[in-house]
């Protein structure tokens, strides 16, 4: 009998081993998880990206947030759809959108402080670019509605010196990209009512519940 070792002969119909299938130097999880790191810092600090996002959980849903080198310029429901959302980011802000959770840890940060009813107002850069005219005079008008009040859309228009524009501004809190961070839930209607809202009605009900804790 041979003592030779015996070799499979080409074509014996042997399957190879799964060990022989797979790479030994392909990465796992964590080693992508770092590249990927990597790659968001070099982008950030070499001005390759136009748009950076993250998604972080809430409790109102998940919020997609975006930020450009100016400031955060989007905070997004569910309910928008952020897939469309992206889409609408990349054509009116450029095509280099990435996620990004680091740079975006600032405003993850800070909306949990807010939802646990830890912090009061938001200190973050605002990039205001997808805002313009009336609708943004509007928006950048809402911060000055303190936690835990509220006005109404007619109030606001004549603080605007508008007097006749109460549903003017209604469609620029309705508009308004930056709901939470840019309190436009603050905003009723001259009855009481909620009125309308970005995030439903239910989104709007709880965070006035959590101001009115």
Do not use: W
């Amino acid at each position: 009998m041979s003592t030779h070792p015996h070799h499979d002969a080409p074509g014996s119909g042997r399957r190879p081993s799964p060990s022989t299938l797979v790479p030994e130097d392909v990465p796992d999880a964590a080693v992508l998880a770092r590249l990927h790191r990597r790659l968001e810092r070099r982008a950030a600090a070499e001005d390759l990206l136009d748009v950076a996002v993250a998604t972080v959980d809430s409790p109102v849903g998940p919020l997609l947030l975006a930020a450009t080198p100016r400031g955060l310029v989007r905070v997004a429901y569910a309910r928008e759809d952020h897939d469309r959302v992206l889409q609408e980011l990349a054509g009116r802000l450029g095509p280099r959108v990435l996620t990004a959770p680091e740079v975006l840890a600032p405003a993850a940060a800070q909306l949990r402080e807010y939802f646990a009813g830890e912090r009061t107002a938001f200190d973050l850069p605002l990039d205001r670019s997808l805002s313009h005219g009336f609708r943004r005079l509007v928006q950048e008008r809402l911060p000055g509605i303190g936690y835990g009040r509220t006005t109404s859309y007619g109030e606001l228009a004549r603080a605007l010196g508008r007097p006749g524009a109460s549903r003017a501004v209604g469609t620029a809190c309705a508009t308004n990209p930056l709901p939470v961070v840019v309190p436009c839930h603050r905003v009723l209607r001259s009855d009481g009512s909620p009125g309308g809202y970005v995030g439903g009605l239910e989104a709007k009900a709880a965070l006035l519940a959590l101001e009115a804790a």
